[in-house]
């Protein structure tokens, strides 16, 4: 957003002369209709929070941010450690961990559907084209609310009880508790194997600039970076083939007698929420990647594909870098969107900033701290998202010449 | 768009069936990677079907949504005072098809799916008197749009007319205690999807002057009130609407506690507020394109600051965003499904009060695919439409 323009007539008149009377002059008019609007303005804040504070005041509550070291007294059904003999501080602290969980997860699985949906919309397949051109017009024409209360209500708890769940190849289950997934967990193998692969990166290094060096040095075009990471890669496969241990043991999640355990357990309500979001802003991901490609000219490829280059280097030389100055503005938004509309767990239960924000107004009676928090909370988060993707935008935005 | 495969010539001589033979093997496994691909999204599409087609067809108990037709459309509004629920709804229509014929055009495009959409519509499970309506609906859309079509003139009282359809419009749902003809009907009857069509008709309409006055206020050169319509602008943008809807639904009786405002109400002010500071970005977007030259030469021409903006910057800039407008209605038809936490019963708040029936337990994915259906129908025909208006106005939106 660009700021403000300044006054170009400003300066106009640099030396008003005595004659012109005070409410004809421009720079007089300015600051008092500046004054008038911040006049206004204050006023009706004064008005609408010397209501509020005189009803809190009537109620017996105090006013202020004091009820953060309270005891909360409500339990937290998941996320980080929490008992209900906490402070509402804690609470809150769980409620932010637990929308960055679902955020982020959120964004990953968005982010893939949709690059693959996107991808899919210009494949020359008419059959998969159009299976994901019915995805897209699906869902993103239904309000992502009802969607999140279907795929709960009528899908997650629909599902079959614990004892017949839905075996996915024994590495995941599906049952109206959630999902149960297999969770990687490091065994004795690792350390030899981060060892080896930190060596592995180190080669890499040095192949890096040798290769670099070498392409330089003959004036050719090449890849360093590419066969630095196919080193990488091979040293790593071997090294975790060859070692006695696997470096990583699935811990699979067993059916007991009442419920699994072990495995890494996905409540009911983080699915259906994880579910929802990224099946919808997937949906608008999609559009933002097709529309990306698209918007790289027709003549640069057939360019490229003219000097010889192979059509996957031309996806990742020449297409993809230039799509992705398209991408990443709209892909930002998006990833917004994603974060704020995680607020909706609020209909199905999880426990997120929101929700326990809303539970804490109800016990505590303090509406207005509690929303200056989660105002404050989701601030936050956009100013964080908006920084790291102007980073990235910025980045890419160096490969121009 | 589609990639369009290149019929090889003298394919129109060619049987229908070699014809046939050739558009699949072009299309579907020219490759053989494309023919993996094709096997693999008959999979998924088989998957998907057998999956639902046999408990949509067998399983499903869709007697639920003819019983609660009613319910569904217009909430608990009692019957006797339907027709003036039709009356409301003709007149958006027809206030449409003006608007339509005098601003867009040529916005066939637009009419035609409103016009499918109320087709669609007309084959659910309705009395004959309710189907003839609607088709008497469809009918109007087209008649008010050839009587009003390229008539400029009529612009200014067609933008009247819409903003003076809000207090018409409440005035006429409400009714008053002591009308005999207009008796009072309390907003806890409304509902349904009249009332998720009047939260985003009234939230579009009353967002558009305060958007504007955002926008022209982001763009002042007087500093405190850019300062104050930035951060306006910029804190609703960055928060969720379900977190607005809230603020409006318990800080308003907080912040002005003499006066009792309808829970309806104050959801049309949450949506307004969250609504208007998109809208203020649009048209702040529309008013940058607008060319300094023009500006310029109003000055020109002795028009000062006010007169140059009145009649010279925003007529050119609303033409420019009456497309994004469409976007913005649509993503806020959506959006009114929002209300259903703080206890509207919209269209989505309507359907969940179905499930907790006795009558119609366990049905949730019945009633939320009809609900899903109807946003459906209205957000699709009203997106395809817009990329169409988008084209006939010539706006380079790419």
Known sequence: MSPPTPAPQRHMKATPSRSIPLWRDERAIRIILQLLFVGAVVWALAYFFGNARRGLEQLGLGFGFDFLRMEAGFGISEGIEYQPSDSYGRAFFVGIVNTLRVSIVGILCATLIGTLAGIARLSSNWLLRNLARAYVELFRNVPLLLQLLFWYGAVILKLPPVRQAVNLYDYAFLSQRGLYVARPVASEGMTAWIWIAAAGLLLSIIVYIVHRRHLRREDRPGFPSLTATGVWVAVATIGWLALPAQPIALDLPILGRFNFSGGLPLSPEFTGLLLGLSVYTGAFIAEVVRGGIQSVEKGQREAALALGLRPWQVMYMIVLPQALRVIVPPMTSQYLNLAKNSSLAVAIGYPELFNIGTTTMNQTGQTLPVFALIMACYLGFGLLTSIVMNWYNRRIRFVER | ?398
């Open chain 2, 1 to 398: 768009m589609a990639q369009t495969a290149v019929q090889p010539p003298g394919s129109h001589t060619a049987s229908p069936l070699r014809r046939a033979l050739r558009w699949a093997h072009t299309n579907l496994f020219s490759t053989w990677y494309n023919t993996v691909l094709t096997l693999l999204c008959l999979w998924v599409i088989y998957v998907v079907l057998s999956g639902t087609l046999g408990w949509a067809i067998f399983r499903a108990n869709w007697a639920v949504i003819p019983q609660n037709l009613r319910v569904f459309l217009a909430g608990t509004y009692p019957s006797s005072e339907l027709w003036r629920i039709w009356a409301v709804l003709f007149s958006v229509i027809g206030m449409t098809g003006l608007s339509a014929g005098a601003f867009g055009g040529k916005s066939h495009a637009l009419l035609l799916r409103s016009s499918i959409a109320g087709l669609v519509l007309a084959a659910l499970p309705f009395s004959v008197a309710n189907r003839g309506l609607i088709l008497g609906g469809v009918a109007l859309l087209w008649l008010t749009y050839g009587a009003s079509r390229n008539r400029t003139a009529l612009r200014p009282w067609i933008v009247g007319a819409w903003f003076l359809s809000i207090p018409g419009t409440m005035l006429l749902m409400w009714g008053a205690h002591s009308s005999q003809l207009l008796p009072r009907v309390e907003t806890t009857a409304w509902g349904g999807f009249t009332l998720t069509l009047l939260l985003a008709i009234v939230g579009i309409l009353a967002s558009f002057p305060i958007g504007l006055l955002l926008a022209l206020g982001r763009r002042s050169t007087l500093r405190a009130v850019s300062i104050v319509c930035t951060c306006f602008i910029e804190v609703v943008r960055g928060m969720p609407l379900v977190t607005i809807l809230f603020m409006a639904h318990l800080m308003v009786p907080i912040f002005m506690p003499d006066v009792r405002i309808d829970k309806v109400v104050r959801a049309m002010i949450g949506l307004t507020l969250f609504t208007s500071a998109y809208m203020a970005e649009n048209i702040r977007g529309g008013l940058q394109g607008v060319p300094q030259g023009q500006v310029e030469a109003a000055h020109a021409l002795g028009m000062n600051a006010s007169l140059t903006m009145l009649f010279v910057v925003l007529p050119q800039a609303i033409r420019s965003v009456i497309p994004s407008i469409v976007g913005q209605f649509i993503s806020l038809f959506k959006d009114t499904s929002l209300v259903a936490i703080i206890g509207l019963l919209d269209l989505l708040g309507v359907a969940r009060s179905v499930m907790a029936n006795p009558d119609w337990l366990g049905l949730q994915a019945e009633v939320y695919l009809f609900a899903a259906f109807m946003y459906w129908l209205f957000s699709f025909s009203l997106s395809k439409s817009s990329r169409r208006l988008e084209r006939a106005l010539g706006v380079n939106h790419s």
